[in-house]
């Protein structure tokens, strides 16, 4: 029984609300379902056509009012976010959006404030589009793979010819009509390997200073097809686990050197927000639980999550039940805490378990070293980036806590380096290298590409002074 029906609403446009429903919740709605005018060789999304046989996958005009009202009435905060994914958003056509912005003024509270967001392949944008966009103060996500070479290699279309230029192309009319957008990059094995390719073509040649790094895994169902979040062994599209920890790495070393409070990368950003204590990182996937990330479909279907759009996640559909008691349901909230309450010891023990929390349940299908299920397959990956990545961490998190910027990590980290250099300059080839790794330098901080000399930045006799984060800040 729900605790309210579709209709039955306050005269102020509030609604009753159940004790454990969530102030807010984020909410990807796609109005085109699975359809897209490319055909990307690892997207996830493209099978979820199969789902429903003879649509049209098109939102019609009731189910989008239906849509826009109720993520109104279920929100208890003055800001709601409006959230387009795909398939591809903006094959519905501009009006249906212009619509979408009259539904909001026509349910708007007095005093709410709307954040409205768009997934894109950035094909299809024109003038027209983008000032819609900068008239209506949407944020734009653009999704693109690095530079040409690396990009092409699986975000193609329908005929399989090559993306890079039209993507490009969009990106240069948002930065004409001054839209806000970021980079949504998915590393996969191909690109996996160029992790400084990638993040200089997307800070210096695109221009952006908002990214984030999505990681390709994707599950082999018995049947061959990726439709489902099923099976223990991965495409040979689908990054390694090592593969993303270095890539990672990599990217980490270089920004926390040159661009800290410039450019942001949503991993670090999440990551610093779990070494402050935060109660959330700003990342689903590196919160203790989930549950609050659902996607709607074309039809009103309602799931516990994108990555989950199948028959087991499905929660209901919005034009026989309110949205928000779909979002309450035992199946729903039990989704949430699972992610949590399964995870393994191995999990549990872990020393950056505060930092990766298990990362995505859609991942853990691979066992523990002693014979556990539920391991995420990204662990090694994971575990070595938060490992590297500590030291920089704390300090900044230092940092912020005495009230000072986290940019001043850069010229803290550069004297520190300063230091360890001169210590290397000492060194033979085949003395044991001052790090303290036991090995001798030349297999150590000898080689190029080893890392930073802070890493992993024990504390050593006759060697610079470390100290500790508290010291440094």
């Excluded at 493209?46 to 009435?73: T, V």
């Excluded at 999505?214 to 040979?236: A, F, H």
């Excluded at 050197?257 to 670090?268: I, L, M, N, P, S």
């Excluded at 290298?433 to 050593?460: D, L, N, T, Y």
Aim: charged share 25%.
């Amino acid at each position: 029984m729900t605790l309210v029906s579709a209709d039955q609403i306050k005269t102020n446009g509030q609604m009753p609300f159940s004790d454990n429903a969530p102030e807010a919740f984020h909410l990807l709605a796609k109005p085109t379902g699975a359809i897209c005018n490319l055909d990307c060789e690892y997207c996830f999304f493209l099978d979820k056509e199969l789902l429903y046989p003879g649509s049209k996958f098109r939102m019609n005009d009731e189910m989008l009012e239906r849509y826009i009202r109720q993520l109104i009435e279920a929100h208890q905060v003055d800001q709601v976010t409006v959230a387009w994914q795909g398939g591809e958003p903006t094959l519905m056509g501009l009006d249906f959006y212009r619509r979408a912005m009259e539904l909001e003024e026509k349910y708007r509270r007095p005093g709410m404030t709307f954040l409205n967001t768009m997934q894109t392949n950035g094909t299809l944008l024109d003038d027209e589009w983008c000032a819609f966009f900068k008239q209506n103060n949407f944020l734009i996500g653009i999704s693109i793979d690095g530079p040409r070479e690396l990009h092409d290699v699986y975000r193609v279309d329908k005929g399989g010819k090559p993306t890079f230029d039209r993507v490009m192309r969009g990106i240069r009319l948002l930065q004409k009509h001054e839209v806000e957008f970021n980079i949504l990059t998915t590393v996969n094995r191909v690109n996996g390997d160029h992790p400084l390719a990638v993040y200089h073509f997307i800070r210096d040649e695109i221009g952006a200073d908002w990214m984030q790094f999505i990681p390709v895994v994707e599950r082999i169902n018995d049947d061959g097809r990726t439709l489902y979040q099923q099976g223990n062994t991965v495409s040979d599209r689908s990054v390694q686990a090592e593969q993303f920890g270095r890539f990672l790495s990599e990217i980490y070393d270089e920004w926390v050197r040159h661009d800290v409070g410039r450019v942001y990368v949503q991993t670090f950003e999440a990551a610093l927000r779990n070494w402050l204590g935060l109660d959330a990182s700003g990342m689903c996937v590196f919160n203790e639980t989930c549950g609050q990330g659902l996607a709607i479909e074309h039809n009103g279907d309602l799931y516990a999550c994108d990555h989950f759009v199948e028959p087991d996640y499905f929660l209901g559909n919005i034009q026989q039940e309110h949205m928000i008691d779909l979002v309450v349901l035992p199946q729903q909230l039990k989704f949430g805490r699972d992610k949590l309450d399964s995870l393994p010891q191995y999990c549990r023990d872990c020393e950056v378990r505060f930092a990766c929390r298990g990362e995505c349940p859609k991942n853990r299908f691979i066992q523990t070293p002693d014979g556990e299920g539920g391991l995420n397959y990204l662990c090694a990956g994971f575990k070595h980036f938060f490992q590297h990545v500590d030291f920089p961490m704390k300090l900044m998190a230092g940092l912020i806590r005495r009230g000072r910027m986290a940019a001043e990590v850069m010229p803290i980290l550069a004297a520190e380096e300063a230091k360890w250099q001169a210590l290397f300059s000492r060194k033979k080839r085949n003395d044991l290298c001052p790090c303290g790794s036991g090995r001798k330098f030349k297999k150590c901080h000898a080689r190029p590409g080893e890392g930073p000399p802070w890493q992993p930045a024990p504390v050593i006799k006759n060697g610079p002074d470390i100290r500790s984060e508290s010291d440094l800040v």
